[in-house]
């Protein structure tokens, strides 16, 4: 099973720094980006832009909803880091196969150079019809590589894996 929330999400979020980072539906990247919230702050002396209160983002397939989006750039404005917040904080997009891929937690982060993408706080992750549900979930975007636990071991992971032959159970 192949989990490609990093991939499918960060290629569109990577258009807002201007930075290929990864492949997904490859329409989105070339659709343009519109972010609507109660407010917006930028502060260019800190490489940061602030979206705050029900913000909503989309590009393409992509679609963010979330309380807070917070963009940290580096000198050359590529991005570095992005922390969105929310209770839930909600990613949905489709990729190039036209598969369904989503995530949700209280707070979701991405290191561009630890390229990893991190759901903290009832996290969940969705791939097609497949779920993972955990207090985190941490996706290497290059290696497409996931870890799920919980902060103090209290809470257990679930997975769940649709059978391969396209049935769902009854």
């Known amino acids: 099973m192949k989990f490609r929330l990093a991939s499918t999400l960060l290629m569109a ?21 519109d972010i609507v919230a109660d407010s917006l702050q930028i502060d260019d002396s800190k ?10 983002m989309r590009q393409g ?21 992005l922390h969105i917040t929310g209770a839930p904080a909600t990613l949905k997009q489709l990729s190039d196969n036209n598969e ?14 630890q390229l990893k993408l991190k759901l903290t706080g009832d996290a969940r992750f969705v791939s097609n019809k497949d779920s993972i549900d955990s207090e985190w979930i941490i996706i290497n975007t290059d290696t497409d590589a996931i870890n799920a636990g919980s902060i103090e071991g209290k809470n ?7 059978p391969g032959n396209g049935k769902q159970p009854q």
Request: charged share 20%.
């Open 61 to 81: 397939s992509l679609h963010i909803k979330a309380d807070r989006i917070e963009l940290h750039f580096d000198e050359n404005n590529d991005l570095l880091r």
């Open 156 to 162: 257990r992971v679930r997975m769940q894996i649709q």
């Open 13 to 33: 979020l990577a258009a807002l720094a201007a930075s290929p980072l990864a492949s997904a539906l490859s329409s989105d990247r070339n659709q343009p980006i």
């Open 100 to 113: 369904p891929v989503s995530g949700s937690a209280r707070e979701i982060v991405y290191s561009d150079n």
């Open 47 to 56: 490489h940061l832009s602030i979206y705050q209160g029900n913000v909503d």
